[in-house]
């Protein structure tokens, strides 16, 4: 009726009202050009709402002039999401369609659909966009520190199996990395750090594989065996095999923005917010990363896109990223360090054995001290896998713990200069079996001493660099890469104008470059030098002093100072009429063993550096405000140790005498220090019990 009198709105919206909406609808497209466009465009939005709503799509086509791209974009700009899936899915239009599941996280679903397009039209590059999708979901969910949530393996199992079927048209490329993370599904917990070698880390794909395999394969620390021979060679291999991710993944610690780094992000699982922007300043981060696991753990406010993804700014991510991957990382190699360090591999170090009697003949460096092989081994072996990260701050600018640098730094001086005054020497077969066994920890040492604290105190300054040049002096002395160990008479020639300058960064502190004039052999001021300094420090009574690397910087000034006193004293006789320690003897001639003759070096400040000895030996036994260390202990006021470090001071002043080119008489200098540090704070000399 109302039709035909011509009240064609008021006809629909009556048919709608009464929810024949079949009928409006008929009405609607019959008469719609009788109607104000504006009314027409509000009815049929209402007729295109109710029936998307009821996913009556067949009633949609008259509605949209049979434009499947109208009915598309209304679906998109409407979200109805499900409706749009199904009709692009109808229609075979399973690349949008894959997007579509791409935007909705549903990576199996986008998966299915890039399939069922190759399927259909046989188009190659959908496949391998299902490939990359699997892969990129892969590397999320094996990325590094990740929790591998069942979830997530569960899915990837599921995109994995249903590639199978496409088995025959993949590229090699794409089957071997399918492969890799199929059986990584099932096996990431132990997997065998060996097959890092299948993949080459000089090819930018591989060499994330590569990071991958290495860092699940060093996650696993049942890893560590005993020492044997009948796993020395596998070990071998898993020491390179950690040295190498330390390598590869030193780049993400090296640069000051990670998250710009694409490595960085496929292997930590985070992603671009706005990939068509050169600089972004946030990123989406999967709930899987390490990066969203340090940020629940620090409180980082969490910020969700429309469709849930976890959002934060690029300096958070940075900051994650650090904090994600040393930690474990400095865990890692602790862990690493106490287990090589146990008694299974090498027995402590013992003190001085005072009742021990002579050896009648001397006898090879490998009786050192028992187990000591062992341990500088393990020490060097720990350096040396360090050495690639050993400019990384593991632990953080805040941690009040020593560093793994300086701890592995401290630990291999106290090997090499141990307690008895011995000074050690490396094996040379290791060089042959571990070839980097002295490049890296020399550049560990390197880096420890460019990380002295300008703003530390002078004696904790020196101790640092006691430690750090004394192990310098003792590594660069051995070649590294297939050269002999040891300098010939040749090499030693050329050695008589080099200088720790030639090791070590030339920024130096004033009290640096004066330490460093002991190391430089062709200086003839060193012995002055070094015997102010330690003057200076014994002046600093307010500050700690560590009392084990002093006594050792008095021995080497005093076999220094041996060497040098009398006008012969650098002609090469002069080596055979020394009385020295066999190990002191050793570096003497390692130092200044030529055919030409080396600079004599003023001895003259033996006086100021005897009353040195007296006034170190005498705070050692009787002055109780002042704090003694031994590394980072603290040395017990009454103990036997204090009697050893007292003793070696006995022993520098005695090797003076017994060396000494004219007879000592009872008033000598040397004599009366002697008899000073020997006796007690009245001058007596106690009796033995021989006596």
């Known amino acids: 009726?109302?039709?035909?009198?011509?009240?064609?709105?008021?006809?629909?919206?009556?048919?709608?009202?009464?929810?024949?909406?079949?009928?409006?609808?008929?009405?609607?497209?019959?008469?719609?050009?009788?109607?104000?466009?504006?009314?027409?465009?509000?009815?049929?939005?209402?007729?295109?709402?109710?029936?998307?709503?009821?996913?009556?799509?067949?009633?949609?086509?008259?509605?949209?002039?049979?434009?499947?791209?109208?009915?598309?974009?209304?679906?998109?700009?409407?979200?109805?999401?499900?409706?749009?899936?199904?009709?692009?899915?109808?229609?075979?239009?399973?690349?949008?369609?894959?997007?579509?599941?791409?935007?909705?996280?549903?990576?199996?679903?986008?998966?299915?659909?890039?399939?069922?397009?190759?399927?259909?039209?046989?188009?190659?590059?959908?496949?391998?966009?299902?490939?990359?999708?699997?892969?990129?979901?892969?590397?999320?969910?094996?990325?590094?520190?990740?929790?591998?949530?069942?979830?997530?393996?569960?899915?990837?199992?599921?995109?994995?199996?249903?590639?199978?079927?496409?088995?025959?048209?993949?590229?090699?490329?794409?089957?071997?990395?399918?492969?890799?993370?199929?059986?990584?599904?099932?096996?990431?917990?132990?997997?065998?750090?060996?097959?890092?070698?299948?993949?080459?880390?000089?090819?930018?794909?591989?060499?994330?594989?590569?990071?991958?395999?290495?860092?699940?394969?060093?996650?696993?620390?049942?890893?560590?065996?005993?020492?044997?021979?009948?796993?020395?060679?596998?070990?071998?291999?898993?020491?390179?095999?950690?040295?190498?991710?330390?390598?590869?993944?030193?780049?993400?610690?090296?640069?000051?923005?990670?998250?710009?780094?694409?490595?960085?992000?496929?292997?930590?699982?985070?992603?671009?917010?706005?990939?068509?922007?050169?600089?972004?300043?946030?990123?989406?981060?999967?709930?899987?990363?390490?990066?969203?696991?340090?940020?629940?753990?620090?409180?980082?406010?969490?910020?969700?896109?429309?469709?849930?993804?976890?959002?934060?700014?690029?300096?958070?991510?940075?900051?994650?990223?650090?904090?994600?991957?040393?930690?474990?990382?400095?865990?890692?190699?602790?862990?690493?360090?106490?287990?090589?360090?146990?008694?299974?591999w090498a027995p402590t170090t013992p003190r001085l054995n005072l009742s021990e009697k002579p050896a009648k003949t001397l006898e090879p460096m490998t009786t050192f001290y028992p187990g000591y092989h062992g341990r500088l081994h393990a020490i060097l072996i720990a350096l040396d896998l360090l050495a690639p990260i050993c400019h990384t701050d593991l632990q953080g600018s805040q941690s009040i713990n020593p560093s793994l640098l300086r701890l592995w730094t401290r630990r291999l001086f106290d090997i090499v200069y141990p307690g008895n005054g011995m000074i050690g020497e490396i094996d040379p077969t290791w060089v042959s079996i571990y070839p980097s066994i002295m490049s890296g920890p020399k550049n560990c040492v390197e880096q420890y001493l460019k990380r002295i604290d300008a703003e530390s105190t002078f004696n904790a300054k020196l101790s640092s660099l006691i430690i750090g040049h004394s192990l310098v002096m003792q590594l660069k002395t051995h070649s590294v890469g297939g050269e002999k160990l040891h300098l010939t008479k040749a090499k030693f020639q050329g050695l008589k104008g080099d200088t720790q300058a030639d090791v070590l960064d030339t920024h130096r502190t004033p009290l640096e470059n004066t330490f460093n004039s002991i190391f430089d052999r062709s200086n003839t001021h060193g012995l002055t030098n070094t015997a102010n300094i330690i003057g200076d420090a014994l002046k600093t009574s307010s500050e700690p002093i560590d009392i084990s690397t002093l006594v050792y910087l008095v021995e080497l000034v005093?076999?220094?100072?041996?060497?040098?006193?009398?006008?012969?004293?650098?002609?090469?006789?002069?080596?055979?009429?020394?009385?020295?320690?066999?190990s002191w003897a050793r570096l003497l001639a390692e130092q200044y063993c030529s055919t030409s003759r080396s600079k004599t070096r003023d001895t003259s400040s033996l006086p100021d550096f005897l009353d040195s000895i007296v006034i170190l030996s005498e705070q050692l036994k009787y002055n109780t405000e002042r704090d003694w260390l031994v590394g980072e202990m603290a040395l017990p006021g009454q103990s036997d140790i204090v009697e050893t470090f007292n003793l070696r001071l006995c022993w520098c002043i005695v090797l003076i005498i017994v060396n000494s080119i004219h007879p000592v008489v009872f008033s000598d200098l040397t004599m009366s220090s002697l008899i000073h540090i020997a006796g007690d704070q009245y001058g007596r000399i106690p009796k033995t019990p021989c006596q």
């Open 558 to 582: 005093t076999c220094d100072m041996i060497f040098h006193l009398g006008s012969d004293a650098v002609s090469q006789s002069r080596f055979s009429d020394l009385i020295l320690p066999f």
């Open 1 to 344: 009726m109302f039709v035909q009198a011509g009240h064609h709105e008021r006809a629909i919206r009556l048919l709608f009202g009464k929810d024949f909406v079949d009928d409006g609808a008929r009405v609607l497209l019959t008469h719609r050009t009788k109607l104000d466009s504006a009314i027409q465009q509000e009815l049929l939005d209402y007729c295109r709402s109710y029936y998307f709503n009821a996913y009556d799509y067949g009633a949609l086509p008259p509605l949209f002039d049979f434009s499947l791209e109208e009915e598309l974009l209304y679906a998109r700009n409407n979200n109805l999401r499900p409706q749009l899936m199904y009709l692009l899915k109808e229609h075979g239009l399973f690349i949008q369609l894959a997007a579509v599941h791409l935007e909705e996280r549903m990576p199996v679903d986008a998966l299915g659909a890039f399939l069922d397009d190759f399927s259909a039209f046989n188009r190659t590059s959908s496949l391998s966009e299902g490939v990359q999708v699997v892969i990129g979901y892969a590397e999320d969910a094996f990325s590094l520190e990740s929790r591998k949530s069942a979830e997530s393996l569960k899915n990837l199992r599921k995109m994995l199996d249903k590639l199978k079927h496409y088995d025959s048209s993949l590229h090699p490329r794409q089957k071997k990395e399918l492969q890799l993370f199929s059986n990584l599904v099932d096996h990431h917990k132990t997997v065998d750090s060996a097959r890092a070698s299948e993949w080459d880390q000089s090819d930018s794909e591989e060499r994330l594989r590569k990071i991958m395999l290495l860092h699940l394969a060093l996650s696993n620390m049942d890893w560590l065996p005993s020492r044997s021979s009948s796993n020395e060679s596998s070990f071998r291999d898993f020491l390179h095999a950690w040295k190498t991710y330390n390598y590869l993944i030193a780049p993400i610690f090296e640069a000051a923005e990670p998250s710009r780094l694409s490595m960085a992000r496929r292997l930590l699982g985070f992603r671009p917010s706005r990939p068509d922007l050169y600089i972004n300043t946030h990123f989406i981060v999967s709930e899987e990363s390490v990066i969203y696991e340090y940020s629940k753990r620090q409180r980082v406010p969490v910020q969700r896109s429309s469709n849930g993804d976890i959002i934060f700014p690029a300096r958070w991510v940075d900051k994650l990223i650090r904090d994600g991957l040393r930690t474990p990382l400095d865990q890692r190699l602790r862990r690493f360090y106490d287990r090589i360090d146990r008694p299974g």
